[in-house]
């Protein structure tokens, strides 16, 4: 069954940590069941210019927002024990061990794949693998960096992939695209990543 939570995070400077916005969209058998987000004041609450010109969200927009800790409970049970995916996971991925790590929050246990990785195995010539180009490809509607938008748009970019090259299990996708599969865990994580091929010789 092709079922995961695709999520996004967008951030208020250049700190992995200072996450601002998750998203988030779950896939069941292929389908988009639920998609939800949090607005999250980071410590500290401070935005730099470049990011704001991103998103459009400021530090006054989350002044009173709840910091990632609290809306944690909220989040964690899509994460732990879950298939997860986005889109440049090595970014998203990244915030979220930082942000765990900021509040001594113990790492969920999952596995995960990078909708861009499986992308570019997916569809060769594009010009672009971005979530803006490939949505506007696959016309999908998208809010860009709004962080449930993303998610939702990483989503339907992973199931468009799978159904195109007869994926039809999560766990099927490293296999089918040449990748391998990331994992986060208690203490630790591998990255995601594309697998290398060996070198054969022929007589």
């Known amino acids: 069954m092709l079922n995961f939570v695709a999520f996004d995070f ?12 998750l998203g988030i ?9 639920e998609t939800r987000s949090w607005r999250i004041r980071p410590t500290p609450n401070w935005f730099h210019p470049g990011n704001i010109r991103v998103h459009g969200i400021t530090a006054q927009d989350v002044a009173h927002a709840p910091n990632f800790a609290a809306i944690w409970h909220e989040a964690k049970p899509y994460f732990e024990h879950s298939n997860v995916v986005a889109h440049n996971a090595s970014f998203d991925m990244s915030c979220l061990r930082h942000v765990l790590s900021q509040y001594e929050l113990a790492f969920p246990r999952l596995s995960y ?13 594009f010009r672009s693998y971005g979530l803006g ?6 016309s999908i509607d998208l809010h860009h960096h ?12 992973l199931v468009r992939a799978c159904q195109e090259h007869i994926v ?5 996708i490293g296999s089918a695209f040449g990748l391998r599969m990331g ?9 995601a990543g594309k697998l290398k091929r060996n070198k054969r010789y022929e007589m």
Do not use: H, M
């Not at 180009?133 to 696959?138: A, G, N, T, V």
């Open 183 to 191: 994992k986060l865990y208690y203490g630790g994580y591998e990255a």
């Open 168 to 172: 039809s299990d999560f766990s099927e």
């Open 10 to 21: 967008e951030t208020a400077n250049y700190q992995r940590e200072s996450v601002c916005e």
């Open 146 to 157: 709004a962080a449930e938008s993303d998610a939702v748009a990483c989503a339907q970019i």
């Open 25 to 33: 969209a779950v896939v069941e058998d292929g389908q988009i069941s």
């Open 133 to 138: 180009p490939l949505s506007q490809r696959f």
């Open 113 to 125: 794949a990078c909708s861009l990785q499986v992308a570019r195995q997916a569809w060769s010539g």
